[in-house]
């Protein structure tokens, strides 16, 4: 996805979190530097994801503390373990297969809600169960449950594309269910980079007693020229493909060449720029194939 006016002053704020605990000085370094990188950026054919990228190779360069956001992961994913009982029922309740499986899509897109810095985007972690259920049992903006139901029941193996830590433990929810359909391969990041999920917090959520994982790299969303080789490999070999986040949308939504119908898209709209490239209101709930 191009960049957009908008994402400049985001991508401050995020870069403002990420070194929140470092001295002044070294804050405004970071300010400086960042400043002259969107200067002279901002006027190419730059993605919002290359222009991430680069952002935190400054960031990076600059601080000592490789994973910065790793409190706010913890915390997140501490108040995910608190509501995973009550969505566990919700949908082991449902005795009918397609409408469990919507049911446990839905918590899986509903746990997208947990990200920290958008701009747009507020998450309130003490009414966390009340935020999901708000998403689980409300309506979505784009709903192809139907005809992604329907690719997951055709599928031999099912590649599953992570997005933020803490939404991890709505996942597992969700990939419980993929599994009695499907052999299902897990990409979570080689490293942590912002609030995603890395190897260490998919083995933190035991996802990985339930399925393979395979690393893509360590760039946000889906970014094909820097993927690892072992995740290129499966995602052309899979029969079916379950992306998380806006991060995947940025990165996709410029290759229609890759995608060919067999890649679900569950994703909470969390900004202005991404609303307006996919067509609907800020703060949608997305589930879409692509």
């Known amino acids: 996805m191009k960049l957009y006016p908008e994402c400049v002053p985001c991508m401050l704020q995020r870069a403002m979190m990420f070194c929140r605990d470092e001295d002044d000085r070294t804050k405004r370094e970071i300010m400086r530097r960042l ?6 950026e901002i006027s190419k054919d730059i993605t919002t994801t290359e222009l991430a990228f680069e952002r935190n190779m400054v960031i990076e360069e600059l601080m000592d503390n490789r994973d910065p956001m790793r409190d706010l992961k913890e915390e997140s994913f501490n108040a995910a373990l608190e509501v995973y009982p009550a969505l566990k029922n919700y949908v082991e309740g449902e005795k009918n297969d397609k409408e ?14 947990i990200e920290f810095g958008a701009r747009d985007h507020r998450v309130n972690l003490e009414k966390l169960e009340n935020e999901i259920f708000d998403v689980v049992k409300g309506k979505l903006s784009i709903d192809d449950e139907d005809k992604i139901y329907e690719n997951v029941k055709n599928s031999k193996e099912i590649l599953y594309v992570t997005d933020n830590a803490g939404e991890l433990v709505f996942d597992k929810i969700f990939i419980r269910e993929l599994t009695r359909y499907a052999k299902i391969y897990v990409s979570p990041l080689s490293r942590p980079v912002q609030d995603d999920a890395w190897i260490e917090d998919v083995k933190r959520a035991k996802i990985d007693e339930s399925c393979e994982v395979i690393p893509r790299g360590n760039f946000i969303g889906i970014w094909f020229d820097k993927c690892t080789p072992e995740f290129l490999k499966k995602f052309d070999e899979v029969d079916f493909i379950i992306a998380k986040g806006m991060g995947c ?29 996919i067509n609907v209101p800020l703060g949608s709930a997305v589930a879409k194939l692509l």
């Open 35 to 40: 400043c002259k990188l969107f200067s002279e």
């Open 100 to 113: 469990r499986f919507k049911k446990a899509l839905k918590v899986a897109l509903a746990g997208n809600i």
């Open 249 to 277: 949308y940025e990165t996709l939504v410029d290759h229609p060449e890759r995608l060919k119908g067999r890649i679900a898209l569950l994703m909470k709209v969390k900004c202005l720029p991404v609303a307006k490239n």
